[in-house]
């Protein structure tokens, strides 16, 4: 009756909720019957708590449904279903769906879970005409591997809102509502696609709730206390988490100790526990546009393992003694015990840079010049300077991109990359380079090495950059790096710079995890490793149980089991960076949707046999030109020359080329921006007679292309031209 009592009869959410027992149930579909509105009745098992939650959430901030969810015995779930059915039908509304259980959404997702036609036929059969669905009664039974299991038992906690969502999108007119169901579908997708999980299951949320969060005398004993020592954190304004801490003090004239303190995560998560196995699995966070989807639960992320102000947090610190030239004079790790003084945003502690003024100004100055000094030596030791613009989108209280804004880095970021850099450079070191009775040992470790440059790629590079007029001379060692830091530095504030800038990163190696140690090329560093996030990544928990295990004179772990974990590892975090990559791509098309038919100047950033892709000067946000759309000629990609020419007139465009462009298509569901070029003075001095859309000739020549197997003649590019 209370419930019944909140819904005001015009058109907003009606709740009914019972415990599924039969005078409950009668109750409810009696209620139902008085319902205005097209019904959605919610039908779930106690065993999908994440979705049934999604679902009340769901409704309640629409405004848009109704709910019934039966929980009990199937006798009382039937009578649920059938009475509700029949409310329904005496209430004339006919525009309902009733969803039963899991079933529904795993029907859809056999195929992709890798099950045999049999096996897909027999699981159908049974779950055919069942008002209740349990996977794993279902899996016993049939004779499938571990791994497709496994898989299966994760479909429904992957796909389960999104016909959710589907049924709230259809109740509501509600634009706000509309929108931001929308939103929620596209991010789901974007997850399901990529196999990421929305939520925790449960006994992980309940793991995570049972570790107790008081420090013991037995912490304290163990620990090297740092409470007293000045200590604070920088990090993003928006930031949840703040997993690290510097503490500097003065020891001497011009020495200093420097602490960088990382939350202690492994001291609450042990290994193969429900909530290890989960970090595990998941590999890392995955931060999308609007939202985080962590590797850990709250509990610990965003309290246990935050190293927020004025509270006392347990660490796994790195310890260092420098001098004013940032020399490490001796180091020291190990677990403490901290208490942050201060929280810093970047924006703060750069005002403290650039004024000297503010709270704990000598320390955050201290550490600032030491920070500029270690980068000045690994770039003078042949790191490379990759800085490239990264645009974040501002988003309104719906996930609408409001617009488009560039992260700057600063002397505030670069302090605490730099101190960051110095810890997990050290700890690979010390766990790497071991020595007894003044001979090397070997042990297991996990590294983030970076290949050399693979040749062909630079070859390429180099060959697309002389079309601007720069010269890469180097071909292989470090003599690479230091050219590409000449070159990048060339290149900045030019029209050119984000181009060369994003070709420079594809020219290079990807880094990974690996238990074979081969250096990091880009930081110059011969031993590395990823101490510093083990909230956020799953081989920095890894790294802090084999440096504790080493500190405490174990053995060597086994190498087998930590390079099979270090493959998962990278292979999460490619699946991550496409999800964040996908999620960017959704908000661009979101935001250009109301900018169809506009123009945009922009350059040619890449290039495929169907069409040219344009970044845009203004917000770099990228679409494709079809080449089959270009109607003044017949367009064909040269994948050698990299450069799309047209077979009758003799037009050329390559990477870098300024164009203009309209916005022709945003699609959401597809994540495509649909660009057409445009004409222009300069286009139609070329060619008196193009017909349809041509954009701003970089450059004509006088081109020979036969068809296949034929051979192609170049007489050179038309006078003036910088290639």
Known sequence: EDVWKTFDGAGRILAVRTDSTIPAARMAAGRLAEAPLPLRLCYLQSATKTLTSTSSLLCEETQCGVELMGEASPEADAEVIALAVKACEDAGLRDFQMELGQAQFVAGFLQEAGLTEEQSTTLRGMIEGKNTFDMQLYLDKLDISADVAARLMRLPRL?????????????????????????????????????????????????????????????????????????????????????????????????????????????????????????????????????????????????????????????????????????????????????????????????????????????????NRLAQRMRKTRFKRGAVSFQREEAKFKLDAEGKPLGVYFKEQKEANQLIEEFMLLANKQVAEFCGHHKVNGRAVRRTMVYRVHDVPNEEKLEKFRTFVLRFGYVFKADKGRAVAKEMNKLLGQAKGRIEENVISNLAVRAMSKAFYSTDNIGHYGLAFPYYTHFTSPIRRYPDMMVHRLLARYLEGGKSADRDTFEKLCVHASEREVIAAEAERASIKYKMVEFMQDKIGQFFDGHISGMSDWGMYVELDETHIEGMVSLREMEDDLYQFDENRYEVYGRRKGRVFTLGDAVRIRVKRADLQRRQLDFELVHDAAADSCEDDVKGHAAIPVRRQSTSRPGKGGKTSRKGSKKGSKR
Request: aromatic content about 8%; some cysteine.
């Open 159 to 367: 796909y389960g809102d999104m016909s959710i969502l589907d049924e709230a999108d259809a109740l509501t007119s509600h634009p706000l509502c509309r929108s931001a169901i929308a939103n929620l579908r596209q991010i789901i997708a974007i997850l399901a696609e990529y196999g990421l999980p929305y939520h925790f299951e449960q006994k992980v949320e309940d793991a995570a709730q049972a570790i107790p969060s008081t420090i013991t005398k037995a912490d304290y004993a163990a620990r090297r206390d740092f409470r007293k020592i000045t200590t604070f954190t920088i990090d993003p304004a928006d930031a949840k988490d703040f997993d690290d801490a510097l503490s500097i003090r003065k020891i001497e004239d011009g020495v200093w100790e420097v602490g960088v303190h990382i939350a202690d995560v492994t001291h609450y998560v042990q290994p193969r526990s429900v909530i290890d196995t989960e970090a595990e699995e998941r590999g890392t966070s995955v931060y999308l546009v609007d939202r985080t989807i962590p590797m850990l639960p709250e509990k610990l992320s965003n309290e246990l393992c935050s190293l927020r102000p004025d509270e006392e947090s347990l660490c796994f610190s790195a310890v260092f003694t420098l001098n004013e030239e940032a020399e490490v004079l001796d180091k020291w790790f190990g677990r403490t015990v901290i208490l942050s003084d201060r929280r810093f945003t970047y924006e703060e502690a750069q005002q403290i840079i650039e004024t000297g003024k503010g709270d704990f100004a000598e320390e955050v100055l201290t550490l």
